[in-house]
């Protein structure tokens, strides 16, 4: 019979420390919180694993777009799965936009006169999506039309992050790196509004089965595949669905505020997953109810002071 341990805490106290005494509780949300620091960690000690990030909701424009560019920077996440939104987030902040401090309670007739769009508190120059625009023509005319006319996301955001002057973007750092940027709905964004009202009218042909080869290869290529799960949606199950050809995922790590009850893959425990071969155990996963703008850095920061190899990473071929 185990019993629950008490947290202690103490000034000068790491993050990490905290998080060995939170998997010592064992049980509730510290238990949840600790072993979540201690399977981040092993996925970043261990070269074996390719670290696939599935992302869903405002990461990029709420806060954590230079934490992904440094796990990226370091090796420490091998492919990104993502919604159109926040590649559309990145693509501004690269521009020179930023992502302005609002108020949930903002009228938003109001707002939209004076050419601005609400994310929940934070706010969008209508300008911005204008300068979206005009640069993605810019960026798709100096593509070969022969690329055109069969391209991949993660090609095509390639292309992004080459000709994209910040060099401190997600996309930028991803094409530097040769790290895949998936983005399986990339038409449900501005970005895709603009791709597609591109295509009307010049050679332009995005092919998806191109990504998901390129995702199932490198699952299957990998001798050990973690998943990182900030969110839900197409990207989560995208991740999962394409380890399915290799028995599922090693180790997963999920984070979300969605609930389980209607059925939805955004708020599917991770338990579910093992039934359809998409997960392979469960002693190796964790499910986080809460915001993952707050809770995925501070369990990275943990993982990452856990971590003792960080600088020794042998880069992936991808």
């Known amino acids: 019979m185990a019993f629950v341990s008490h947290i202690k805490i103490k000034r000068g106290m790491t993050i990490s420390a905290l998080a060995r005494q939170m998997e010592a509780v064992r049980v509730l949300g510290p238990g ?12 970043f000690e261990d070269p074996r694993y390719c670290k696939m990030l599935s992302i869903a909701g405002p990461i990029v424009p709420g806060g954590l777009r230079s934490i992904l560019v440094d796990l990226v920077e370091k090796n420490l996440i091998n492919a990104i799965v993502t919604t159109g939104a926040n590649v559309t987030h990145d693509i501004l902040e690269a521009l020179g936009h930023r992502h302005i401090v609002g108020s949930e309670v903002y009228d938003d007739e109001t707002l939209r006169k004076k050419g601005l769009s609400r994310i929940y508190d934070l706010l969008v120059k209508q300008k911005a999506i204008e300068h979206l625009e005009r640069s993605t023509r810019q960026v798709l005319d100096r593509i070969p039309i022969e690329d055109r006319r069969n391209i991949a996301t993660f090609e095509l955001l390639w ?4 000709q994209l002057k910040n060099k401190r973007s997600l996309l930028s750092v991803a094409f530097e790196r040769r790290m895949p940027i998936f983005c399986p709905g990339i038409f449900d964004s501005m970005l895709g509004l603009d791709l597609w009202t591109y295509s009307q009218l010049n050679t332009l042909f995005i092919n998806p089965f191109k990504d998901f080869s390129k995702l199932v290869n490198l699952s299957y290529e990998s001798e050990r595949v973690g998943a990182i799960v900030l969110g839900g949606g197409m990207p989560k199950h995208h991740v999962l669905i394409a380890n399915s050809y290799r028995g599922g995922v090693d180790a997963a790590i999920q984070i979300t505020l969605d609930r389980p009850e209607g059925g939805g893959a955004s708020g599917a ?12 155990k469960r002693d190796s996963l964790v499910t986080l109810v809460g915001d993952a703008l707050v809770l995925f850095p501070i369990i990275t920061l943990a993982a990452l002071e856990n971590s003792q190899k960080l600088h020794h990473y042998p880069k992936r071929s991808m």
């Open 269 to 280: 425990p991770l338990e579910e997953a093992i039934s359809w071969g998409k997960i392979k």
């Open 159 to 162: 292309h992004f992050g080459r």
């Open 32 to 43: 949840r919180f600790g072993k979540a620091v201690k399977i981040l960690s092993i996925m």
